[in-house]
């Protein structure tokens, strides 16, 4: 759940937040550091906008931090997915992941 400035409030039906979740997961696995030279034409920002399409009723403040942290979460193997995964399930009142 988020709020917009008006304050109104917003909240990810739980199938946007999964398609988001299995998204980021599959760009994640698809990385590699030299992507964008073995896949001309491949750009990070595609798949970022692929990844966060699904969330496209969200805020636009929202939506640009959820991108900058799906962008390390892609780019970066060792990032820490945890925070993410609770945001997301905090957007769409889910609570079967607030013990991680």
């Known amino acids: 759940m988020t709020t917009t400035p008006t304050g109104e409030t917003i909240m990810l039906d739980p ?10 997961a599959i760009c994640a696995f698809m990385w590699h550091p ?5 896949e001309p ?14 969330l496209a009723g969200l805020p636009t403040d ?6 900058t942290t799906v962008q390390t979460l892609i780019t970066t193997p ?13 957007l769409s009142g889910d609570t079967s992941f607030d013990n991680l």
Do not use: M, N
């Open 15 to 24: 199938a946007e937040a999964e398609a988001t979740l299995y998204r980021v």
């Open 62 to 67: 929202e939506l640009a931090d959820l991108r």
């Open 41 to 54: 034409g491949w750009t990070i920002t595609e798949d970022l906008d692929w990844c966060l399409a699904p």
């Open 34 to 38: 030299h992507k964008d030279v073995d």
């Open 78 to 90: 060792t990032a820490d997915r945890q925070a993410f995964i609770r945001h997301l399930a905090a």
